[in-house]
Every structure is written in C-alpha cells, then in structure tokens.
C-alpha cells in the first residue's frame, strides 16, 4: 500500500474535512483521512505522488474559497430576489 501526507497549513484546517468529501467522489480509489494537521492519501496501486498533491491543495483552497464567499453569495441572491 502506497501512502503520501500533505500538510494542512492552520489556515486551511477548518475546510479539511469538506475537502475530503469531494476528494473522495473525484478520486474513488483513494483513501483520504485527516490526520494530524495533515490528509493522508492511501491507495493499493502507485500513485502520481505531484499530481496528489496538486488535487488535495486545489480542494482545499476551493473550500476555503467556498466557505469566505456564501455570505456574499446569499445577500446578492437575497438582494435579487427581494427586486
């Protein structure tokens, strides 16, 4: 079994478990747990260590992108909708 770690910086930490939930549906042969201030990936087969990376940071700051922008994202479609 293959494993790699990523850090989580601190500032991505509160959105590391959604991130899991949308690293898990896009990759399902991975195995993603989050583990001491870092996701761990596990699979049975090899994996592209650079490419891993590359997809759970990018799901990372997607959250982090998500969770600071939904305030602003509800009072536009509020402000739409009372017009």
Aim: without cysteine.
């Amino acid at each position: 079994m293959m494993q790699v770690a990523i850090p989580v910086i601190e500032v991505l930490r509160p959105v590391a478990e959604l991130a899991l939930v949308r690293l898990g549906y896009l990759n399902p042969k991975l195995t993603f747990k989050y583990l001491e201030h870092s996701i761990v990936v596990s699979s049975l087969d090899v994996m592209d260590e650079a490419q891993i990376r590359r997809d759970v940071l990018y799901a990372l700051y997607r959250e982090k992108i998500y969770a600071e922008t939904l305030p602003m994202r509800k009072a536009l479609v509020n402000l739409v909708s009372a017009t």
